[in-house]
C-alpha cells in the first residue's frame, strides 16, 4: 500500500527535522522545502496528499503558496502554520482555503492528527479568494486560548451560523461578535448591536420588532425595530440570558420562521438576519432553573465560541497594555507611556476581575494620571495595588494557606489531606490546560508530569473540556 506522502515548507531547518520526525514514525513519507518557490517548481512534476507551509518565508510567503495550490489543485489539501498568529492571519489563511491553521509552538501529536484528518477528508473545493489587509478588529491575543478563538473566527468567516458567545464580563464579546460579522459574506451589510439587559422589558419588545402608531401610549409613529434594521446582515444579542421568558418566545418563532410581527401590527415582516448572542451566565444552568426555553437555547447554540478570562491569558496582558496605552496616546494626541518593568510584573500577576474591560480602563487612567512617561508601581490606581490584592499577587499563597488550613482545623475539620489534595491538584490541570488551550503534551511539560500521568487525573478528578 502506498505511504501517505507529505510536504513540509518552512525556512526553520528545527521545524522541518521535528515534524518530518514525527510523520515518519506516523508511517508517512516526507519531504522538506526551505522555501515556497522550491515546493511550486516540484508540483508541477508531482503532487503530495498534503502540504504543511509556513506563512512567514523568504520568497513567496506561504498565503501566496497557498492561493497558488488552490488555484491550480483545489483538492489538495494546505496546513498553514505561523509563529507570528494573529486574528487577521487565521480569517486569510481559511478564507484563501487553508484545510486547518497552526500556530507555533504547537502539539506535535496534534499536527499529525490533523495531516491525517486532512488527507482523509481532502478539501472544501468552494473556496474564495485570499482577502488583502483584512482588519484585525482591535482583537488582541497570543495565548492559546485565544489562537482558538482566531482559527473559529476563521472557519466561519464563509458561513451565515447562529453563533453563541460565553465569557465573563468585559472579555470582548462584541468584538468578537463584530469580527464574526466583518469576516463575513454579510460584512457589507448592517451589523445591529443590542444589549438585551440594558433595556426595560416593557420596551425590549418595540425595540426589537418596532411597533406601529398608536400601538400603545406614546406610540406616535411607526419604528422600525433592529430586526428590521439588521436586514441582510447581522444582529448581535448581548446579555441574552437575561432576556424575559415572553420574549424568548417571541425570538424564537423569529429564528424558526424569518418572519415577525412589529407591535400592534398585523401584517408580517421577513427578514434575513443572522444572529450573534452573548451571556456571561451558564445558558444550560438557566435552562434547569426555568429561567430560559431549552429550544430556545439550542437554537442559538448552534456554534458556541468561550472567550477566556484575562487570568487565564496573562501572556497577553503585556500586549493589551502597551495596544491600549497607544491608543489612548493617540486619542489625546500625546506622546504614549511606557511601563516599568517591575509594574509589568505586577500587573501580568493581577487577576483582572474586570477583565480586559477593567485593564482599557485602567490605561485610561494611566495616561492621564500618571505623572512621569514611565509608569512605575506607585503610579498604579489603589483599586490594583491594595494590600490584599497585593499579598496575593506577591505570591503569598503559603501564608494564606496555612491560615486556612488553621482556621479549618479550628473548626474541626478532619481528613483535609484526602478531601482537598485532590481539588488542588484539579485546580492546577484546570489552570495549565487553560494556558496551553487544552494540548495535554504541553500542559504535561508545564506541571511536570508524564502525558500519561495527566490523562490519567484528567480522567480520575472528571476534568471537562
Request: overall charge negative.
Amino acid at each position: 500500500m502506498k505511504k501517505t506522502q507529505v510536504w513540509v515548507v518552512d525556512d526553520d531547518r528545527s521545524i522541518r527535522w521535528v515534524l518530518k520526525k514525527a510523520l515518519e514514525k506516523a508511517d508517512m513519507d516526507v519531504t522538506c522545502f526551505e522555501d515556497a518557490d522550491t515546493a511550486l517548481q516540484h508540483l508541477k512534476l508531482s503532487q503530495p496528499d498534503a502540504i504543511i507551509s509556513d506563512i512567514r518565508m523568504p520568497g513567496t510567503n506561504g498565503l501566496n503558496l497557498l492561493d497558488e495550490v488552490q488555484r491550480l489543485y483545489p483538492e489538495l489539501p494546505v496546513i498553514i502554520m505561523t509563529a507570528y498568529a494573529d486574528l487577521g492571519r487565521a480569517v486569510a489563511a481559511f478564507q484563501g482555503g487553508a484545510f486547518e491553521y497552526l500556530p507555533k509552538p504547537f502539539d506535535v501529536d496534534e499536527a499529525v492528527t490533523t495531516v491525517r484528518r486532512a488527507v482523509r477528508t481532502g478539501t472544501d473545493d468552494s473556496r474564495q479568494d485570499q482577502t488583502e489587509g483584512i482588519d484585525v478588529s482591535g482583537i488582541i491575543g497570543v495565548a492559546p486560548a485565544m489562537q482558538e478563538v482566531f482559527r473559529a473566527i476563521g472557519r466561519l468567516s464563509r458561513s451565515h451560523m447562529t453563533v453563541l458567545i460565553t465569557g465573563e464580563s468585559g472579555t470582548g464579546k462584541e468584538l468578537v461578535a463584530r469580527a464574526l460579522h466583518d469576516h463575513s459574506p454579510r460584512s457589507g451589510q448592517p451589523f445591529i448591536a443590542l444589549n438585551t439587559a440594558a433595556i426595560p422589558k416593557d420596551l425590549l419588545e418595540s425595540e426589537l420588532f418596532g411597533h406601529e402608531k398608536g400601538a400603545f401610549t406614546g406610540a406616535a409613529g411607526q419604528r422600525i425595530g433592529r430586526f428590521e434594521q439588521a436586514n441582510g446582515g447581522t444582529l448581535f444579542l448581548d446579555e441574552i440570558g437575561d432576556m424575559a421568558p415572553e420574549l424568548q418566545t417571541r425570538l424564537l418563532r423569529v429564528l424558526a420562521d424569518g418572519e415577525f410581527y412589529r407591535v400592534g401590527g398585523h401584517i408580517p415582516i421577513k427578514v434575513d438576519v443572522r444572529i450573534i448572542a452573548a451571556t456571561h451566565q451558564k445558558l444550560e444552568d438557566r435552562v434547569l432553573e426555568g429561567g430560559f426555553r431549552e429550544d430556545l437555547f439550542h437554537r442559538l447554540n448552534v456554534i458556541r465560541l468561550h472567550l477566556p478570562p484575562l487570568r487565564n491569558r496573562r501572556e497577553d496582558i503585556g500586549l493589551l497594555m502597551d495596544h491600549f496605552l497607544k491608543k489612548v496616546a493617540a486619542e489625546l494626541g500625546i506622546e504614549a507611556k511606557s511601563l516599568h518593568p517591575d509594574t509589568a510584573k505586577f500587573l501580568q500577576g493581577y487577576d483582572w476581575p474586570g477583565n480586559v474591560r477593567q485593564l482599557e480602563n485602567v490605561c485610561r487612567w494611566l495616561t492621564v494620571m500618571a505623572p512621569a512617561q514611565v509608569i512605575h508601581l506607585e503610579d498604579l490606581p489603589q483599586e490594583i495595588t491594595d494590600t490584599e490584592t497585593a499579598s496575593a499577587i506577591s505570591g503569598d499563597w503559603k501564608t494564606q494557606l496555612r491560615q486556612w488550613v488553621e482556621q479549618q482545623l479550628t473548626n474541626g475539620e478532619t481528613g483535609l489531606l484526602e478531601k482537598n489534595i485532590p481539588v488542588f491538584e484539579k485546580i492546577m490541570i484546570e489552570a495549565a490546560l487553560a494556558k496551553t488551550g487544552g494540548r495535554r503534551q504541553e500542559a504535561s511539560l508545564l506541571l511536570g508530569c508524564g502525558r500519561n500521568t495527566l490523562t490519567r487525573k484528567i480522567r480520575e478528578l472528571e476534568i471537562e473540556g
